[in-house]
């Protein structure tokens, strides 16, 4: 079973949807999480940390259940410039961070 | 602008070259990755690097050898290659680790002949 799973999509929406990602880890040890983002022929960016309170950033809410290990990305009101790969990331308790797949956006005008 | 720069950005090398990948990070911070991300696979961890001492390999092939000579520079030395060798090839830095955000370079480019 892989550590982080995501949906690889994708998503074609039009703008203004509300849209919905998924990740889930393996590792109930896992300590820290958080949403990147990859435009094409990038390197990944951090877009938001992951709270267990849930946690919100303009258009963005990321949402964590311990219990079930699984994290969730929302993105209401898609604009153009959200097409991008979306990464789920834990930490694990190992030395370095383990990236999901990703799961690729394509908002269409 | 990336606080994270990595050299060089397009790389072609044939299977009996020898080259290098440098990265050097500007960001103050104490710990250095090696990322390694194929086409339709998530990003593969290398090597990690914790106040210039390696922390990990995972389980990395001899022909890919790194060297972090200080906390800000980290290389990546590459002999006897193989064409499934050829991806994107992320440096990346943080604080300290275990890591909570990580900063990225912007990535070598690695196609083997």
């Known amino acids: 079973r892989k550590e982080v799973e995501q949906d690889p999509g994708p998503f074609n929406v039009p703008e203004g949807a509300t849209v919905a990602f998924n990740c889930t880890y393996s590792?109930?040890?896992?300590?820290?999480f958080f949403w990147y983002r990859q435009d094409c022929r990038k390197e990944p960016k951090l877009l938001m940390s992951?709270?267990?309170s849930g946690n919100e950033d303009g258009r963005f809410t990321a949402q964590l259940n311990r219990a079930s290990q699984y994290i969730s990305l929302l993105i209401r009101d898609s604009k153009l410039s959200d097409s991008a790969t979306y990464l789920c990331?834990?930490?694990?308790?190992?030395?370095?961070?383990?990236f999901g797949s990703g799961t690729r956006l394509q908002v269409q005008p | 602008e990336t606080g994270v720069t990595q050299t060089p950005r397009h790389l072609v090398m044939g299977m009996t070259n020898k080259k290098s990948l440098k990265c050097e990070q500007h960001?103050?911070?104490?710990?250095m990755y090696w990322y390694k991300q194929s086409a339709k696979k998530p990003l593969e961890l290398m090597f990690v690097?914790?106040?210039?001492?390696?922390?990990e390999n995972n389980s990395v092939p001899s022909r890919f050898s790194p060297e972090c000579p200080n906390s800000s520079h980290l290389f990546l030395h590459l002999h006897t290659l193989q064409p499934e060798d050829s991806a994107l090839y992320l440096c990346?830095?943080?604080?300290?680790?275990?890591?909570?955000?990580?900063?990225f370079g912007e990535g070598s480019w690695l196609t083997v002949v």
């Open positions: 690097y914790n106040f210039k001492e390696q922390t």
């Open positions: 590792n109930s040890a896992s300590q820290s």
């Open positions: 990346a830095s943080s604080r300290q680790g275990p890591p909570g955000t990580i900063y």
């Open positions: 960001l103050g911070h104490n710990a």
């Open positions: 990331v834990v930490n694990t308790g190992r030395r370095a961070l383990t």
């Open positions: 992951v709270y267990s």
